[in-house]
């Protein structure tokens, strides 16, 4: 059975930093690899993804302030996020692998396995 772990969420001020990690369980990542995040009433967006080449691609209010990264050795893979702003706060998901079976779905919500999910909390 396939289980992706997230964790690492928090609250912070506004300008700290957080890092999320995934761990991997009964699933060894190869294929493309991503992180969402939602708020209450909103669709789930895609902040950053990263392929089985290691191209990376991200939301372009994230550019520059996060960075998707991931350690195959641990199977776990991570979001370093950098001058967080309050916009950031959300419910941060980790997603593996194209439930189509064909090309990375980078930012799209288009993944077969799903992490839990991890608040990451951004005061002003």
């Known amino acids: 059975q396939v289980q992706l772990v997230g964790s690492g969420g928090g609250s912070v001020q506004a300008g700290g930093s957080l890092r999320l990690s995934c761990a991997a369980y009964g699933y060894t990542y190869s294929d493309c690899m991503g992180w969402f995040r939602q708020t209450p009433g909103k669709e789930r967006e895609g902040v950053a993804s990263i392929d089985s080449d290691g191209r990376t691609a991200y939301a372009t209010s994230v550019e520059g302030r996060f960075t998707i990264s991931k350690d195959n050795a641990k199977n776990t893979l991570y979001l370093q996020m950098n001058s967080l702003k309050p916009e950031d706060t959300a419910m941060y998901y980790c997603?593996?692998?194209?439930?189509?079976?064909?090309?990375?779905?980078?930012?799209?919500?288009?993944?077969?396995?799903w992490g839990q999910g991890t608040q990451v909390t951004v005061a002003s």
């Open positions: 997603a593996a692998e194209s439930a189509s079976g064909t090309a990375c779905p980078y930012l799209l919500n288009m993944y077969k396995y």
